[in-house]
């Protein structure tokens, strides 16, 4: 049995009710679905039991109705473990793993500039990445946020501009 | 004496990219550090969701001037898992090859810098020139000497010929006898050893806690290399070592980095010996079918990731990119706790900083919105000739006559 | 009169000096670049800046102190010449000459660094002040082993006139010889006293900007400039003068060349030493000067009270 079925063995084991959604996408790469409730089980889990004491990023996801975090984490044989949940677009709060991550901070606070999610647990600081005079309420992130007044140089407006 | 706070930036000439740090100072003893990134945002990540796949190579590319191989590599490694194309032998060599070879360029840029920020500019002025060799060496394998444009979703773009490949080993051979020397300079010149010793220190601990990555960890003995961990391109089949120093201190980072820079001649060495035959490149599909891949790529400066997340389109659904300065900036404040002044631009510059790799993403210089109260970069531009022009500066009649010479 | 007018304005007045010193700032430039594999500026390059200096517009800090920040560079520049008139150049006199002219050519030559303190300190910028602080400790660092390191020449030639050791020198062919590790040591000071990296911790622009000048523009940065300039051939002349006092007796043409050929020499070593030196950090600049030059200066005044002793002068 391969490292990575290992992974995915004892995550099932340990939270049945990551049957399915723990999975091996491919070599050195273990993807895994939670709910938001268990997350933080999981990521101690993983943190502690299974080795993966790196966290690479935190990426955000506008997924439509809900917002989609995935926690990327590798430990020293080149494995990596992302970790995902979604909470809904309408009540958009995560809890900090400063705990855990102690340079997570910068990660929550781009998450929190960019895609409107409050992260419970981050203490004061400066943001990151916005300037500070950015109006409230706008994250670029978001797929229904477009930059005000600034032309787009896309593929489409490209063509337009040459007819 | 009553502590000052002095500001390091927005601009400053330590930093070459603006970025804002301030410091608390008590006499020349650093009290406090705080870092205000962000400066550099000019939404990549954003923008990359609008283009298609091939327009975001280019894009991507442009995230950083230094390490842009590195960022285009990371993402056409994440957009070939997802599509399950096969990258021809040869091409991932050819990848690996410029990789090296960027990476070579990079850190004898680094080396320069370093020696600049301690006051020690003949060291700059001798590396950026021996860095003249490794340019004019990408220029001729890919056009470019920087944002070489070489990687293609599917492979490369050009391939190395006989001539190139001569050209190369001649001018590493060269570039390892100057690298001897600078080893060399490094370990004998008392003066640079006393400003790099001893100075911004990271334990083995803080830099495994703290999530330390390239040669900023590897100069604490943290044995951490992409290249081998989680090899890519051609790294699985060439052998090399991984270089570690257990200094803890800029000089560790100092000679990590020169040690690497031996390993890359190496490298490069086995990679041309090595070089398969074949295609270098696949065709790719326009739209790319719906999945998720991470990318990791060993950059010079560290661990680089990017994550894509495709919808099916010819357009990502998400690009994630995470450079190496991130995960190594965080370290700084710690490197300075209870520092000297005098070695804050060091300390800084010894993460090998690059802040438009860092800050990618969004940017409305380009927004007329009265909410931001900013410019267009025309009308700043047409503003800025204005107000010289009430000044008496006036360049419309030198640029005809110029025009008219042409 | 006029001849004394003449002295002041031309030679070896303001405009001698502000030649030399050019040409100085010319060949260091020269000298760093060729030695670092670049080209280097063309022979004009230092007027070119100093004309375009004072040709800018001065801008004085709302903050600052407008007085003092403006009288600073008028008296760097002033003392640096006024330090030349007692320095004897390429003959055994010195345009003026007393008996302890040695201390107040040394206590002239503190003034710019004082002006350089003063300067930052009512310019209010923090990054000036910071550099302010740092010229001033580092003044504390080198003034004492300079001191140190002329007197001891002057022990031996029983005299405090510089024009009176230059006789003494040159009645004396060989003694110079005995000051050698003097003039290390001097060259060493001289580094500290023009700024010049390993100790240009003052105005290290990685760390804090201009330092000092980071205020100053237009005319009153061009003064201090040029006041720099002047300081290094006046420094430079009064380390030959006391370490170097051979061929004073040569017909003034020949003389005036071994003179150009002595700063030359001194300007080089100043050079090379910007090359191959790396920018020393405060605390170990100071702990470098007291426990290690000052303790070797403080030998060669041993040295010159045994010599002195042993040769019956």
Known sequence: MSKEDEI?????????????????????????????????????????????????????????????????????????????????KDKPVINSILQYFTNADIYERELEDLLGVKVEGLPEGNRYPLPDDWPKGEHPLRKDWKPKGAKIDTAETQVKEAK | MRKVVIPIGPQ?????????????????????????????????????????????????????????????????QAVEEIAGLQVPKRALYIRSIIGELERI??????????????????????????????????????????????????????DLEKQHITDILKSVDILE?????????????????????????????DALSLGAVGPT??????????????????YDELDFKIVTDDHNDVYGRTLVRLGELMESYRLIRTAIKNLPEGLISVKAPRKIPVGEAFSRYEAPRGEDVHYVKSNGTDKPERVKVRAPTLANVQTVAKMLEDGQLADLPIVIAAIDPCFSCTDRLISVNSSKSETLGSMKWEDLRLYGIEWHRSKGMDFSAINKKLAERL | ????????????????????????????????????????????????????????????????????????????????????????????????????????????????????????????????????????????????????????????????????????????????????????????????????????????????????????????????????????????????????????????????????GKLLFIISILSLSRTIFARFRMDQMVEFCWKIVSPLAFLQMLICLILKGVLAI
């Open chain 2, 105 to 158: 360029h990079s850190h004898l840029l680094w080396l320069g810098v370093a020696g600049h920020e301690v006051g020690f500019d003949t060291l700059l002025m001798y590396t950026w020139r021996d860095r003249e060799v490794v340019m004019d060496i990408l220029a001729e394998l890919t056009g470019n000497r920087v944002n070489y444009g070489i990687n293609l979703i599917g492979g490369v773009k050009r």
């Open chain 3, 1 to 260: 009169m006029l001849i004394s007018i003449f002295n002041l304005l031309v030679f070896p007045g303001i405009i001698f000096l502000g030649v030399a010193g050019m040409s100085a700032e010319f060949i260091d430039r020269k000298l760093y670049a060729r030695m670092q594999n670049r080209t280097g500026p063309p022979w004009f390059q230092p007027w070119a800046d100093f004309i375009k200096l004072v040709s800018k517009e001065d801008v004085v800090p709302t903050e600052a102190n407008p007085r003092m920040f403006r009288a600073m560079p008028i008296f760097a520049l002033t003392s640096t010449i006024t330090a030349s008139f007692y320095i004897p150049l390429w003959s055994t006199h010195a345009l003026y000459s007393f008996n302890g002219d040695l201390i107040v050519t040394i206590y002239l030559l503190t003034i710019p660094t004082l002006t350089y303190f003063l300067g930052g300190w009512y310019s209010t910028s923090l990054y000036s002040k910071i550099g302010a602080i740092r010229s001033l400790t580092q003044l504390f660092a080198y003034e004492v082993p300079l001191l140190m390191c002329i007197l001891a020449p002057a022990l031996l030639a029983n005299t405090w006139s510089l024009s009176e050791m230059a006789k003494f020198y040159s009645h004396h062919h060989w003694y110079w010889m005995f000051n050698l590790l003097g003039f290390a040591i001097s060259l060493i000071a001289l580094l500290g006293k023009l700024e010049k990296v390993p100790f240009d911790i003052p105005e290290a622009e990685t760390e804090i900007v201009g330092g000092t000048f980071t205020e100053y523009s237009g005319r009153l940065l061009a003064m201090f400039k040029l006041s720099i300039n002047i300081e290094t051939i006046v420094g430079a002349s009064l380390v030959s003068a006391v370490y170097l006092p051979f061929g004073l007796q040569l017909t003034p043409a020949l003389g005036i060349l071994l003179y150009v």
């Open chain 1, 8 to 88: 995915v063995q004892s995550l099932t084991s340990e939270f049945p009710l990551l049957q399915d959604k723990a999975k091996v996408q491919r070599i050195r790469r273990v993807v895994a679905d939670v709910t938001p409730d268990k997350f933080e089980q999981v990521f101690a889990y993983a943190k502690d039991n299974l080795g993966f004491s790196v966290l690479c990023t935190i990426t955000g996801l506008d997924e439509g109705s809900t917002l989609g975090f995935i926690y990327h984490m590798s430990r020293t044989d080149g494995i990596t473990f992302s970790l995902k949940y979604s909470v809904p």
């Open chain 2, 177 to 205: 006898e100057r690298t001897k020397y600078y080893i060399q300079v490094c370990k004998e010149e008392s003066t640079l050893i006393q400003r790099l010793s001893g100075v911004g220190v990271l334990s083995h601990n």
């Open chain 2, 217 to 234: 960890a590897r100069a604490s003995d943290v044995a951490r290399d992409t290249r081998a961990d989680d090899p890519y391109a051609a």
């Open chain 2, 12 to 76: 400053h000439p330590a930093l070459k990219e603006p970025e804002s740090f301030s410091v608390t100072l008590s006499g020349e003893r650093i009290m406090a550090f705080s870092a205000r990134l962000g400066y550099n945002h000019r939404g990549i990540e954003k923008a990359c969701e609008e283009r298609t796949y091939l327009q975001d190579v280019y894009l991507i590319e442009r995230i950083c001037g230094i390490c842009s191989h590195t960022h285009s590599t990371c993402f056409v």
